[in-house]
């Protein structure tokens, strides 16, 4: 048996192409008639533009499909690229970065979130120091307190960190206002800001406390 059935297509058709040009000549002498080689003829001829054909979409397939991989992975780097911006930010939370279709912060990649440090407090000093503590509130050890200062005008800015729950700071102006409130940052990911604590609501320059 020659087992055309076990052929790949190209030498399938390759071998009855070769058959179809003897018998088409000699079909006579192999007892066929005309029309039975002329129909296995020209459905081989079918058979080899359908194989071409084949090849081709599959060569498009293939294109389509590395193109739309290359896409995938460029929306993927986009979204990945906004989303650890997102999580980073300290002034959204998780209601927010729900509506824009992340997942709240505790959920994000499944690990170790940041914790929302509570009970800052401040104390100020004559010589222009400032000195503050704050409960970690089961943030880990591996995370970086960031801390936020702010006169009566303008933005937050962060004019230190550290690992410690504590931190004295210098080079205040004593008698002038500031506000001061903490974030915690672990795996990149940065928590919503503790509350506020202020120096100077009055015009004393004297040393005291208060945590809002």
Avoid: C, H
């Amino acid at each position: 048996m020659n087992n055309y059935a076990n052929l790949p297509d190209g030498i399938l058709n390759q071998r009855v192409g070769e058959s179809t040009t003897v018998l088409i000549e000699q079909y006579l002498e192999y007892g066929l008639t005309e029309t039975e080689v002329e129909i296995l003829d020209a459905a081989n001829a079918q058979f080899a533009s359908a194989i071409s054909l084949a090849g081709v979409l599959e060569n498009d397939r293939k294109s389509a499909v590395a193109q739309k991989n290359e896409d995938r992975a460029t929306v993927l780097f986009g979204i990945n690229t906004i989303a650890k911006k997102l999580y980073a930010n300290p002034a959204l939370d998780d209601s927010q970065l729900t509506k824009a279709g992340l997942a709240p912060r505790a959920a994000y990649g499944g690990r170790t979130s940041p914790k929302i440090p509570t009970n800052l407090v401040a104390n100020a000093f004559s010589d222009g120091r400032v000195s503050m503590q704050w409960n970690r509130n089961g943030a880990s050890r591996s995370s970086v307190f960031t801390v936020w200062a702010k006169g009566s005008t303008g933005d937050w800015t962060a004019v230190a960190s550290g690992t410690k729950t504590r931190m004295t700071l210098e080079g205040f102006t004593p008698g002038q206002f500031k506000s001061f409130k903490v974030t915690s940052t672990v795996n990149n990911l940065t928590s919503a800001a503790s509350n506020i604590a202020s120096i100077y609501e009055s015009s004393s320059a004297e040393t005291f406390t208060i945590a809002a």
